[in-house]
């Protein structure tokens, strides 16, 4: 079953563009989205179309459609005050709650831990290649910044 099926074309447009909202908070961690953790996020979404959960194939194969123009539009829109932009990311982000109450527990559920995932991702784009070398794999509290 697709999932997305149940919802309207701008609900579906709305929950499209998190991963892109996901990156531009992820990226105010050093006050803006550089080209590294652009380049990051295209390529992880890219990977998610075929790593994440099979019944979220479709969810990254739609988001992998946009989320270049997403994040460069989103990030040309947003304020450029960096509380105001948090605020503004986070108040998106929630609200898309309504929209994910439509769907299925157990899709919601792995939408969700997937988008955990993605912004941890997304966070570690800086890591150097040295420390890459050393920590191959994310190690809480050793390889974060």
Do not use: C
């Amino acid at each position: 079953m697709n999932e997305l099926a149940l919802l309207s074309a701008q609900e579906i447009r709305d929950l499209q563009k998190a991963p892109a909202y996901i990156s531009l908070l992820a990226a105010l961690k050093d006050d803006t989205l550089d080209s590294d953790e652009k380049r990051v996020a295209i390529h992880f979404t890219h990977t998610k179309t075929y790593s994440s959960a099979p019944m979220l194939k479709s969810y990254y194969q739609l988001v992998e459609e946009s989320i270049k123009a997403d994040i460069e539009s989103l990030n040309k829109s947003l304020p450029a005050n960096i509380q105001q932009r948090e605020h503004d990311i986070r108040n998106a982000l929630s609200a898309l709650d309504t929209i994910l109450k439509k769907l299925p527990s157990n899709y919601t559920s792995a939408l969700r831990q997937s988008w955990v995932g993605y912004t941890e991702h997304i966070s570690r784009a800086h890591r150097s290649v040295v420390e890459l070398f050393i920590f191959p794999m994310y190690l809480k509290g050793l390889t974060d910044f």
